[in-house]
């Protein structure tokens, strides 16, 4: 058996590298879930994760044992059951993915299909609100398969004014670019410890406004049940056997984003990505969304015509050690998949990167 020993830019759509910090913190001495020293850090956890989404101190917040699907699942065990009426909002994979997952839950879900690399425009969501009722929206924030970025608060705004909950995937947005659950007014929102926060994967940010909680349904999933849940990380109650070592690097992840500043963090985000645009347009590639639509954390760069995507994607791996994404579903072989997320948005990544990539191509032309 042998692990692996040298370590590898991941560039791609996450995981995002993580910090030495981080990294040292994993390999703290373990304790068990209901240790006196590993319980102060549920509560330092749930308190930065209050302030990272931005929430209201009347939320509850948490991290579920899973990666960030069991974010999106948790929040929707909660908030459905059958006869529940759902839009959601569909302008990627992910938004797809959402859409099954309520549907399995047993709510009926109407989807509002929009274009793969564009924002959704909220007149239509206003458009479908008034048409009917529904009880649920659920919209993806940073479309990850596209590299866009939904206008939540314009849409969260539509929502409100219709009484529905709003429910929000943040998976690639939490700690990267501007995400304000309280005032923005969204309902439900869930996330990951890969990507913008820095951590390994294996956790999942959730976040339940008083709104959400007033609206719970009884949830037919024990694990990811929030009353038991709840009972675990705040009343000490054994619900399941928590990860310490992926608590303690939660933990000083989350300590890592307040030390840089959750705004300087954002705009470190955006500075990062601006300056990945320009040096890709000096390869002569061009990204997918139009300039106001992009993320900071995800850019999805089009494969120039005449160019082998996997041949690239091997060299880079291969010949720099450093990992890109592939497109996902329509746009398989259509786009690359680069993200500059959490301790990995730094423009000498975006240099390395840039530099590697004109050679990938070059010998995948040739
Ligand atoms: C927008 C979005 N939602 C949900 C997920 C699912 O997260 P995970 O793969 O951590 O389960 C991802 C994964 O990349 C994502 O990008």
Redesign the pocket.
């Known amino acids: 058996m042998s692990l692996p020993s040298t370590s590898r830019l991941l560039l791609g759509?996450?995981p995002s590298p993580v910090s030495p910090r981080v990294l040292e913190a994993l390999s703290a001495p373990q304790r068990s879930h209901l240790d006196p020293e590993l319980v102060v850090l549920l509560d330092d956890i749930r308190a930065r994760l209050q302030r990272v989404f931005r929430a209201s101190p009347d939320s509850e917040t948490l991290a579920i044992s899973g990666?960030?699907?069991s974010g999106?699942e948790a929040v929707v065990a909660n908030l459905t059951e059958p006869g529940r009426r759902a839009l959601v909002i569909v302008t990627g994979y992910?938004g797809d993915?959402l859409a099954g997952v309520l549907t399995r839950y047993g709510a009926t879900v109407d989807r509002l299909e929009g274009e793969w690399g564009r924002a959704i425009d909220p007149a239509r969501v206003e458009q479908a609100l008034t048409a009917k009722t529904y009880d649920l929206v659920g919209l993806?924030h940073?479309?990850?398969s596209t590299g866009v970025c939904n206008p939540v608060p314009e849409i969260a705004r539509l929502v409100r004014a219709h009484d529905a909950l709003l429910i929000v995937?943040a998976?690639?947005s939490l700690g990267a670019l501007p995400l304000e659950v309280e005032a923005w007014g969204i309902d439900a929102c869930f996330s990951?410890s890969?990507k913008g926060l820095g951590a390994p994967?294996g956790l999942a940010p959730v976040v339940f406004s008083p709104r959400a909680l007033a609206r719970k349904v009884s949830c037919r999933s024990f694990y990811l049940d929030l009353d038991l849940l709840l009972d675990y990380w705040v009343r000490r109650k054994y619900h399941h056997t928590i990860s310490a070592p992926l608590i303690y690097a939660l933990a000083e992840a989350l300590a890592e984003v307040e030390d840089e500043g959750l705004e300087a963090r954002w705009a470190r985000h955006r500075r990062v990505h601006e300056t990945f645009v320009d040096a890709v347009a000096g390869l002569g590639l061009a990204l997918l969304p139009p300039p106001a639509e992009r993320l900071w954390s995800l850019n999805t760069v089009r494969v120039p015509a005449g160019a082998d995507d996997a041949a690239v994607r091997r060299t880079l791996l291969e010949q720099d050690n450093i990992e890109i994404g592939a497109g996902l579903g329509p746009l398989a072989g259509q786009v690359f998949r680069i993200g500059l997320m959490g301790t990995g948005a730094t423009t000498e990544n975006v240099s390395r990167l840039v530099e590697a990539l004109g050679r990938a191509l070059n010998v995948s032309r040739a």
């Open positions: 759509p996450g990666t960030g699907s999106l992910f993915r993806v940073a479309e990850t995937d998976v690639t990951c890969q994967s």
